[in-house]
């Protein structure tokens, strides 16, 4: 729980935990593995996939606070400027330039 609070690499969790960077990596890996196991046993892990949206709506009906993960992750783009556009967020606008949001 620690590794996941603190984002830390795994070089700086071995570190922090007096380990090698890969022995960090299992060793998360193992953690996780059985908290979800644990959290399944118990029946506390909430569904991954619904059928439709409906079920989903169904399923968040009684909450009154919903919080999003927002979080980016980098992707390796290709060179070839053709393809690169296909990748291309569109958040960065080129100085001098403004977005068209026609």
């Known amino acids: 729980m620690f590794s996941l609070k603190a984002g830390l690499t795994y ?3 071995g570190f922090v935990r007096g380990m090698d960077a ?3 990596k ?3 890996e193992l953690g996780l593995r059985v908290l979800q196991q644990s959290l399944a046993t ?3 892990l ?3 996939a619904f059928k439709d949206a409906a079920t989903f709506a169904e399923y968040l009906k009684n909450e009154e606070t919903l919080i999003f993960d927002g979080t980016e992750h980098r992707t390796q783009r290709p060179s070839n ?3 690169q556009k296909e990748h ?3 958040k960065k606008v080129p100085h001098g330039q ?3 949001f026609g």
């Open 26 to 28: 299992r060793n998360q």
């Open 88 to 90: 291309y967020s569109g």
């Open 46 to 48: 909430p569904p991954r």
């Open 11 to 13: 070089n700086l969790l």
């Open 98 to 100: 403004s977005r068209d």
């Open 22 to 24: 890969a022995n960090a």
């Open 81 to 83: 400027d053709a393809a």
């Open 42 to 44: 118990a029946d506390c």
